[in-house]
């Protein structure tokens, strides 16, 4: 094993660096680009303020207007374009020779749903000494950088040093003159990904090829959204590949600078152009290029970075190379212990800090480091890997982390593998990888915890399912209403579930779809590994879609036959900390809260798990507590917060705040209605309607630490309630 640098003596030095990074300009606008990405627009808007204040952006002398005329470019676009150019702004570089062009379409065809009001795109030039010609050339380019090679430098030459950039249409790709030739790598995340290979370096003409194929075939995303159908959005490009990169309409970006004069010298183009030039948002993007650090970049002779310049080198840091021998075909798994200073899953701007993989150079996987400064053991799939040698690498990735988060620790990285000898082999081969969905990239939510499943045989066949645990659900059950009526506030949701045969080849396979619909299973798979895409707030998932970070966790195997899917919680209760940290850092906890979004402290809640057994009918549990002669009850008094499910389940009772559980006198059910019965034959059968309890298995508190305490002494005999009954089944430290 190969660790890159010392990890102990890095988290003093950047311990020891804190305090005055925090009183920089530097450190101010890296929390509010971190803010700005998470939408976040009052925080990222503070931040620019006082990255601003310390290091304020100065208007243009009239050399420096030159240069900025000089030097910008020529747009040009497709015949077709439907977004116009909405803004055009400068930021020269105070101490480098480089200068940022960014351009602001109206919008993108691919995200009618973002609430971007514009597309934010943009190039930069590196301009010599003598500041008369231009040295070299870069492009935003969907998340990555094109650098121009002669091809653009000699059409710059041809047209006074003024470099020419060709814009995808719809999506405003910007390429320099000669993007043909030039080599990328297409990633899954991107929204044409069937329509090329990904994963290793193709020409951008091949890329574009397949845009054209998906726009023209399938056409743009979301097509029916309301908001694009309103605007009038084209659903699909109409014409033909020689139309879609016939960039022959020439847009004027000078006449923009004119009218507008949105111009500045600053370090921080983000910041400048937040505080300085627009009154609408927009998604920042990479500040500066870099392609070395050495003194060609600057005036002045200096190896050091240029101050401001976030590049791929800076983004991430490598933290653990390691080569490992595949003997036989097998699943490997990493085991990574490690410990990330000054991050907190609770506190916003801190929430984690972000591992990613590599195995072969290839990204594999993001490990978010939830646990904080906590040693933690995150164990997670690698996937299936044939005979020979392979690399494995982790690197520190600042640009997914907290702002705030300033390091990571590995204490211990351990690989394992499983061959088909092993009785897991089999559940491990098929498990899922899971994709983020879009919307919680940058906000720390609703990320899976952890994943277990469920092995079934039925004759011939063998059934798995899959089940995640993640931190909460943005959408779907309001925040009281989980804990009434699944007690927790974590979302935990089956998957993937495959049916095989005694040779092991899948005859079945299904996943949880929207609405909680399944589905058949028609996706990718990786190595035997379905691709499933966290698509709904409420984490349903879908065998297609896109997103830039996915998630692997070991599967673990667990019987649920005669416990509620709550009690692997208890098993790993480090859980029920993350739940309380998200909801404190989501504003849910509330002492005055009576329902909706937000619910009291989770430690002041009595925790009941049971077995029930209903028919129309619903059981709600309430709690009397010593020299108190009012009854807490689960439901809150509303209907839907009963429990209307058969089989084991789990619910809370909420409870005066310092409430301990020697406190609780009393336990009684009851037997309701389910729903809201309304005509004369459903009344009617109510009078014979019964409610089944046949085992409460735990009523326990969380400890000051957020983990589950000791149960109180329930145990019942199975029991029979009719409509409208009340039953003790606790009273003091007896048993009924």
């Known amino acids: ?10 988290v003093a030095q950047n311990r020891a660096q804190t305090q005055r990074l925090e ?5 101010h606008h890296q929390a509010g680009v971190a803010y700005h990405l998470r939408r976040c627009l009052d925080d990222a808007s503070r931040e620019y303020t006082r990255a601003l204040e310390l290091d304020p952006p100065r208007d243009l002398i009239d050399e420096e207007w030159q240069l900025a005329r000089r030097f910008a470019p020529r747009i040009y676009v497709t015949a077709s374009e439907f977004f116009p150019l909405k803004d055009f702004a400068v930021i020269l570089h105070p101490t480098a020779r480089l200068i940022a062009y960014h351009f602001f379409w109206e919008d993108d065809i691919d995200f009618p749903e973002d609430n971007d009001p514009c597309d934010h795109e943009l190039m930069w030039v590196r301009y010599s000494p003598d500041r008369m010609s231009i040295e070299k050339i870069w492009t935003y380019f969907h998340g990555r950088l094109l650098a121009g090679g002669e091809a ?13 950039v060709n814009v995808q249409w719809g999506k405003h790709g910007s390429m320099p003159e000669g993007w043909e030739e030039l080599k990328i790598i297409a990633d899954r995340g991107d929204a044409e990904n069937k329509y090329y290979p990904v994963d290793q370096p193709i ?21 029916n959204h309301p908001l694009g159908r309103r605007a009038g959005w084209p659903k699909k490009f109409l014409g033909n590949w020689g139309d879609f990169t016939n960039f022959s309409r020439m847009i004027e970006p000078l006449d923009w600078l004119e009218k507008n004069k949105m111009a500045a010298v600053s370090f921080w183009n983000s910041a400048t152009i937040n505080q300085h030039f627009l009154r609408y948002n927009f998604r920042p993007k990479t500040e500066w290029p870099v392609d070395d650090f050495k003194s060609n970049n600057s005036d002045e002779k200096s190896a050091t970075p240029i101050r401001g310049i976030l590049s791929v080198k800076e983004s991430a840091q490598s933290l653990l190379e390691k080569k490992f021998r595949v003997e036989t075909p097998a699943e490997w798994l990493l085991d990574l212990t490690a410990i990330a200073p000054h991050t907190s899953w609770g506190e916003a701007g801190s929430e984690a800090a972000v591992a990613t993989v590599f195995v072969d150079g290839r990204y594999n996987q993001d490990i978010f480091l939830f646990a904080g400064e906590r040693a933690f053991p995150y164990q997670v799939l690698l996937g299936h890997f044939q005979p020979g040698e392979h690399t494995l690498r982790v690197d520190f990735n600042r640009k997914r982390s907290a702002s705030k988060a300033t390091a990571i620790e590995i204490q211990d990285a351990k690989v394992s593998w499983v061959d088909r000898t092993s009785p897991e082999y089999q559940a491990l081969s098929l498990a899922p990888i899971v994709y983020a969905r879009p919307n919680t990239i940058g906000r720390f939510s609703d990320i899976p915890l952890l994943m277990w499943y469920e092995t079934e045989r039925t004759g011939p066949l063998t059934t798995i399912r899959y089940s995640v645990i993640f931190t909460n659900e943005d959408g779907g059950t309001q925040t009281s209403a989980l804990m009434a009526r699944w007690g927790r506030t974590t979302d935990i949701e089956w998957v993937y579930e495959v049916q095989i045969d005694a040779q092991g080849k ?11 619909k399944t589905q058949n299973f028609k ?3 990786e190595n035997g590994h379905p691709a499933l895409y966290v698509v709904s707030d409420n984490n349903n998932v879908s065998d297609h879609g896109e997103s830039e970070i996915r998630f692997a966790p070991r599967p673990i195997p667990f019987d649920l ?3 509620s899917r709550e009690e692997i919680m208890d098993r790993h209760p480090w859980i029920y900390q993350l739940m309380a940290a998200e909801l404190q850092r989501e504003g849910k906890i509330s002492e005055a809260s009576r329902g909706g979004n937000q619910m009291a402290d989770p430690r002041h809640y009595l925790y009941l798990d049971a077995e029930s057994e209903l028919s129309g009918t619903a059981l709600s549990f309430a709690v009397k507590l010593k020299d108190n002669p009012k009854w807490y009850e689960s439901d809150l008094g509303i209907n839907y917060y009963k429990i209307d499910r058969s089989g084991y389940f789990r619910t809370t009772v909420r409870l005066p705040a310092g409430t301990r559980l020697d406190q609780i006198e009393r336990i009684s059910v009851r037997c309701d209605a389910a729903g ?3 005509s004369g034959e459903e009344i009617k059968r109510l009078s014979r309607a019964e409610c089944g309890l046949n085992t409460v298995n735990k009523a326990f508190m969380l400890d000051t630490s957020f983990q589950p305490g000791p149960s109180l002494p329930v145990h019942i005999t199975p029991l029979k309630l009719r409509f409208g009954e009340a039953i003790e089944v606790y009273y003091g430290r007896g048993a009924r």
């Open 203 to 223: 020409s951008l003409k091949v890329y574009n090829e397949g845009t054209f194929r998906k726009l023209s075939e399938e056409g743009r995303r979301l097509p």
């Open 676 to 678: 809201n019965p309304r």
């Open 561 to 563: 036959s005669h416990s």
């Open 152 to 164: 653009a430098l000699a059409d710059a030459r041809r047209n006074r040093m003024r470099p020419r």
């Open 1 to 10: 094993m190969v660790f890159v640098g010392a990890p102990g003596s890095a």
């Open 523 to 525: 996706g990718k798979e």
């Open 506 to 516: 899948v005859q079945v396979a299904t996943f949880q779809g929207v609405e909680h």
């Open 23 to 27: 009183e920089s300009a530097e450190f």
